[in-house]
């Protein structure tokens, strides 16, 4: 309930008004002011993607594409390390990889980078075998793949051969010899060692033979082998080069080999690989004592393809003697 | 279509014009000034009108308008910092009318004088909500979203500001 001068004085206020022409003015001016002025346009109205993609396509097709790639940015880079049994497998094998591929721009860039492939399929397959999961799918799946490596690879060094040099070519050549047969011989290893664990728990006894992968990976060293370049007639110079090359790394290798055999943080290694390991340097050795005798019988072609076979074990002992990343 | 928002625009001007004149006034003390800033809330109204934006409560809308575009006034009038004004609590607030200027200006009767000193001498945080619930007759959630607090709140300064307004004035009001 009000006060009656209280009520008078609320009256008195309510009749504080504005007069009927002070109305009109501002209700013009309102009228006016709103058809003159058009609203105020955002300063990044310009910028805005709709008006900017509507007036050059050219920029839609560039930005849109981009937003995709930036947003998938994460899904790619959780491929990056998956495994056949991923559903993320075939973007990385299908997609990443191979636009990795492309923006290689150098022959021997492309050539190492189809090895590097190769190596990763086989460890990948050991992943696999050492957690029982390398059944007859993925290793059609990682074979058919490592086939195609081998295929590309071999491309590729056919080019580095004019575009670089044949030395870079044998390089890398040995290099991929050294790793298939080094992983090819890790992979048999562990699926034996697994074999027994996977027969007690599926109570499946019989043999399991197939092991493709290993077999596919001996296959393509031997295919790229037989792309390795053939030294010219009486150059005896880049033999005997590469023979003092390849005796000192086998020296290094044997100097080194009982300490990479032995280290502290190997206690659970293999002993199959350690006994593989020496095995490989004996004949990494003989190739090269066979090279030798070659040389004297005046076959220079087949004393050099004998070097390269020696430097190709003598690597592949590295591998499985002192690559941490590569047996584990 | 927008002649339905014009006409739609032009009720609510003939309804509240005045009201927002006389809010703008009772603020500001100047009456040129006040027709300006009057001007300039329901031009924000038709604008919202024509971008077809939702208002649901028109007073509301003008009076938040209203009380915005005031307490600007008084920042470019008296040249003070957001900042300045914040620390010496003006900036909700109704300022005290200026005697020299009031009397030209609000053409209000001694009762309606009476009254507008009275509402000028309550706490600050009083004043507001007591003019817009006596004068105007807003309610208190539509007072709480022109000043943006609860409605809770708005009941809280209300009762504190009639019992405040009862002991400096005199008057015999109660809360209903």
């Known amino acids: 309930m009000k006060d009656k001068k209280l009520e008078i004085g609320i009256n008195e206020i309510k009749r504080v008004s504005m007069t009927d022409s002070e109305k009109n003015d501002v209700y013009r001016n309102i009228m006016s002011f709103s058809a003159r002025v058009k609203s105020v346009q955002s300063p990044w109205f310009a910028f805005s993607f709709s008006i900017v993609s509507s007036r050059s396509r050219l920029v839609y097709y560039i930005v849109v594409p981009l937003i995709i790639i930036l947003s998938s940015g994460s899904v790619v880079f959780a491929s990056q390390d998956s495994l056949p049994d991923s559903i993320l497998y075939p973007l990385k094998v299908k997609i990443v990889e191979p636009i990795k591929g492309v923006l290689s721009f150098s022959q021997k860039s492309k050539a190492i980078h189809e090895s590097g492939l190769a190596k990763k399929r086989l460890l990948e397959a050991e992943t696999l075998a050492k957690g029982g999961k390398l059944d007859v799918k993925n290793e059609k799946k990682i074979s058919t793949l490592l086939t195609t490596h081998t295929i590309s690879l071999n491309n590729a060094l056919d080019k580095v051969n004019t575009s670089e040099s044949p030395e870079v070519a044998d390089e890398i050549s040995t290099n991929f010899r050294a790793e298939m047969n080094a992983h090819a011989k890790v992979l048999d290893i562990i699926i034996k060692r697994e074999e027994p664990k996977k027969d007690i728990e599926t109570g499946d006894n019989s043999k399991n033979d197939n092991v493709k992968i290993s077999n596919t990976a001996r296959i393509s060293a031997e295919k790229i082998k037989k792309t390795s370049n053939k030294i010219e007639k009486n150059n005896f110079k880049k033999y005997k080069e590469k023979k003092e090359e390849i005796k000192s790394l086998i020296e290094t290798t044997d100097k080194n080999i009982d300490l990479n055999l032995n280290r502290e943080d190997e206690d659970e290694r293999e002993p199959r690989v350690v006994s593989n390991t020496y095995e490989t340097i004996d004949q990494a050795k003989a190739s090269l004592d066979n090279a030798d005798i070659k040389d004297l019988a005046g076959d220079l072609e087949e004393a050099y393809s004998s070097l390269l076979d020696s430097e190709s074990l003598i690597k592949e002992a590295n591998i499985l003697s002192g690559g941490k990343g590569d047996n584990d | ?176």
Do not use: H
Request: charged residues 30%; hydrophobic residues 35%.
């Open chain 2, 1 to 176: 279509m927008k002649v339905d928002k014009k006409s739609t625009f032009e009720a609510i001007y003939k309804s509240e014009s005045n009201a927002i004149f006389r809010f703008c006034l009772l603020r500001v003390s100047n009456r040129e000034q006040s027709l300006d800033i009057t001007q300039e809330t329901f031009l924000r109204l038709w604008q919202s009108l024509l971008a077809d934006k939702d208002i649901l409560n028109s007073r509301a809308f003008l009076f938040t308008v209203a009380r915005r575009l005031v307490i600007d006034w008084y920042r470019k009038k008296k040249n003070l910092s957001l900042d300045k004004m914040m620390l010496e609590g003006k900036e909700s607030g109704y300022d005290v009318v200026d005697e020299k200027t009031t009397d030209s200006s609000v053409s209000a009767q001694s009762e309606g004088r009476y009254l507008i000193d009275k509402i000028n001498e309550l706490e600050e945080s009083y004043r507001e909500p007591l003019y817009l619930r006596f004068v105007e007759d807003l309610s208190p959630p539509e007072i709480s979203k022109i000043l943006g607090i609860s409605a809770n709140a708005v009941s809280v300064r209300l009762n504190r500001g009639i019992k405040e307004l009862r002991e400096i004035s005199g008057y015999n009001i109660d809360l209903n």
